[in-house]
């Protein structure tokens, strides 16, 4: 099966940054078997929403609220993903969870955000 831990959440003032990271593990599958890898999050009171993906070739798709400010990677070598999250904004905070697929999706337990004003 397939295993994703995220780490790097916390507590940051509004303009600050984070990087979360993803640890990809597999019995079976490996991270360059994921067609998709991504970030999705949920504030109180709201339905999960995308944040960012990455594609098995480096294509990446952001939602319009973080374009500009948060960056998707992906390490193959080190079976990571990673989201780096600059100018924070208080709308930011959320629990964001990692997200993979390939014939079927795989989640996260997720990290929590949260930005002060």
């Known amino acids: 099966q397939v295993q994703l831990v995220e780490s790097g959440g916390g507590l940051v003032q509004a303009g600050g940054s984070l990087r979360l990271s993803c640890a990809f593990s597999?019995?079976?599958?490996?991270?360059?078997?994921?067609?998709?890898m991504g970030w999705y999050r949920q504030a109180p009171g709201k339905q999960r929403e995308l944040v960012a993906v990455i594609t098995s070739v480096g294509r990446t798709n952001y939602a319009d609220s973080v374009k500009g400010r948060f960056t998707i990677s992906r390490d193959n070598a080190k079976n990571t993903v990673y989201l780096q999250m600059n100018s924070l904004k208080p709308e930011d905070t959320a629990v964001y969870y990692c997200y993979a697929a390939n014939i079927r999706d795989y989640w996260g337990q997720g990290t929590q955000v949260t930005v002060s004003s």
């Open positions: 597999g019995s079976i599958f490996t991270i360059n078997t994921m067609r998709t």
